[in-house]
């Protein structure tokens, strides 16, 4: 193995050109309008998830309800501190975060019922669709972005391994049989 060099001069240069640019530096080499497209889709995606598991942490009913509804809201935290730290990678990117409402469920990978029954299982079975619709995508955008921003990459990676928890999470619910006094 050779040893590592770098020419700090012409990298001393450059970092005075475009200091507006912040991060985004000559060496950023993915397609920057694109990436923040996709994390805005990913933000309207965490958001949708976000309102998803409270809406059914606050309804679940029947046996077993606390128990699951304690999962919802502790999913529902995380979905909204995955949406905040999307947000601020955008922001750090030089873009702006799409928060707007009524973008949301179109730009969203998964989709948004509510539920006004107890249906518990239904919604464990619709938390664990919305799950693996997102580890799929997020799996795909790590592959898409490979080395081109591995900051975004491990941002998106690190989401990526509480989704596959939380995927576990509502798989284990839904394979455990009810028990009474929940």
Known sequence: MTRFASDIATIRD???LDMADGPVTQAYVADLSAVITMLNDVLATELVCWLRYQQHAIVAA???HKQIAEQFA????EELQHALSIAARINQL???PDFDPSSLA???QTAYHTYHDTDLSGMLKENLIGERIVIQTY???IRWLGADDPTTRRLVERILEQEEEHAGDLRDLLARPATAGG
Not at 74 to 77: I, K, L, N, V
């Open 139 to 141: 799996q795909q955008i």
């Open 74 to 77: 502790d999913h529902a935290r």
């Open 106 to 108: 179109c730009r969203s």
């Open 62 to 64: 029947g046996i077993d």
């Open 94 to 96: 030089g873009g702006s």
């Open 14 to 16: 450059h970092a005075l």
